[in-house]
């Protein structure tokens, strides 16, 4: 049986249309399935950034405002624009997603005065639930906050989003792939459902730009924001963006006033004069050079097509879940993730008691194996994140040929329960 499904592995690799897309980044020895925490670096990132840092910034200094950057942060948002299915001046990039999903939030609860409910879901990346409850603590006084529990971790129903909203629902903040269990929510349907209630709907988009087709236009989409950093292999802490509907803008007030969302900051007035454009949602000078360390990860899957990526990521996530099923179960794993595609992001966690010793395990060899680096959540999930511009199958038959050896060994008992400070 194993030696089948090696075969598959290979014949699927062959067939790969996109295979030729590993070529353009940066690869070591390693097996490395956690695109959906830090994406790998493309080798053009290195080439660019090198000569901005030599030339702009070190030979034409200050003069590079004029000649490069003060439109690289417009150029960086049509191409996040063109992923996520948005207009180019529906996307603002700076700062970090949590600046960004406080910035909409902030803006959306003031606007809606009137209304006190906040809905969000116990699948919701913890940062955006803190942001929230500061909110209430700092500002929204009268405000309350919902979080809708999941049964079994892995996924909520359209229907018990739905029986929460009500009139007096102000926002409703999901993350639209969530961060543990990869389960992805429709947008449309979710987006009609508040829509009929009257309630705005802000998405955070950190694990599905770059992961699945996103379409905030078509599918009616308010608000949302994303990191860079993850499928759209940015580099470390590389800028985040947030998206508002062309329509809502003017409605939405930044509460950071800062010289960037000035009309015209290079005036120096005293007084503030907000942009009537996505700049609005600007706050201080751009990061240029994590800026500028983005565009060529988000060249490289435009090229690739985000419908191609999709096809792509959903054979390698199945062809996972069916090494797990049969290699794996037996041995005490259980799949902590959707096992309909179509309900699912790009990364599949599997759960085991001993889950965070064989994560270790698998980054730290003891036999000469690859390193295999996959993340770990609390409170056993080993979370292996498929990034289909470079990941082959090959490698997805070695990863679970390995965790089984690990396994099977008990080589994982090398390891205690303290953690490493990033997991
Ligand atoms: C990774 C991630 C974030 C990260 O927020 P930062 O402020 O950029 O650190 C936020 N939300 C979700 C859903 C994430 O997956």
């Not at 996959?374 to 994140?385: K, V, Y």
Request: net charge negative; aromatic share 10%.
């Amino acid at each position: 049986m194993i030696e089948d499904f090696k075969q598959k592995a290979l014949k699927l690799d062959k067939n790969d249309k996109l295979a030729h897309f590993r070529n353009q980044f940066e690869i070591g020895d390693e097996i490395y399935l956690d695109g959906n925490s830090l994406g790998r670096l493309p080798k053009k990132t290195l080439e660019l950034s090198t000569n901005l840092i030599q030339n702009q910034w070190g030979k034409r200094l200050i003069r590079s405002w004029n000649e490069h950057w003060i439109e690289l942060p417009n150029k960086v948002a049509a191409k996040i624009a063109q992923i996520v299915g948005a207009k180019p001046d529906e996307i603002f990039v700076g700062d970090s997603t949590s600046i960004n999903f406080y910035k909409l939030a902030f803006a959306a609860l003031s606007f809606q005065n009137n209304k006190t409910k906040i809905i969000t879901d116990s699948l919701n990346f913890p940062t955006d639930i803190y942001v929230l409850q500061g909110l209430i603590e700092q500002q929204f006084k009268n405000h309350s906050l919902s979080i809708i529990k999941s049964d079994d971790e892995i996924s909520i129903s359209d229907k018990d989003i739905e029986q929460t909203l009500d009139e007096n629902t102000a926002l409703l903040t999901l993350s639209h792939v969530v961060f543990k269990s990869a389960y992805k929510y429709n947008m449309q349907k979710i987006n009609d459902l508040a829509h009929k209630k009257g309630v705005l709907v802000l998405w955070d988009l950190s694990h599905s730009a770059g992961a699945v087709p996103v379409n905030l236009n078509e599918s009616g989409a308010d608000m949302a924001v994303g990191c860079t950093y993850k499928y759209l292999n940015g580099g470390p802490g590389a800028p985040a963006f947030l998206y508002i509907r062309k329509d809502l803008q003017e409605k939405l007030s930044n509460p950071i006033w800062a010289w960037f969302s000035h009309d015209k900051p290079f005036d120096f007035t005293l007084d503030y004069e907000v942009k009537n454009d996505i700049q609005r949602f600007a706050t201080g000078t751009p990061s240029v050079l994590s800026l500028a360390a983005i565009e060529a990860g988000l060249d490289i899957m435009i090229e690739a097509g985000m419908e191609n990526l999709r096809e792509k990521s959903v054979a390698q996530s199945s062809f996972l879940i069916e090494l797990v099923e049969n290699l794996l179960q037996p041995l005490g794993f259980t799949i902590a993730s959707p096992l309909n595609a179509e309900e699912r992001g790009s990364h599949i966690s599997i759960q085991h008691q001993e889950g965070y010793k064989i994560n270790r395990a698998m980054i730290e060899p003891v036999d000469g194996s690859p390193s295999i680096i996959p993340d770990f959540r609390p409170p056993n999930n080993i979370r292996l994140g498929i990034a289909p511009l470079y990941n082959t199958f090959e490698e997805i038959f070695q990863t679970v040929i390995r965790i089984k050896k690990i396994v099977e060994t008990k080589e994982f008992e090398r390891f205690g329960d303290e953690k490493l400070t990033v997991v």
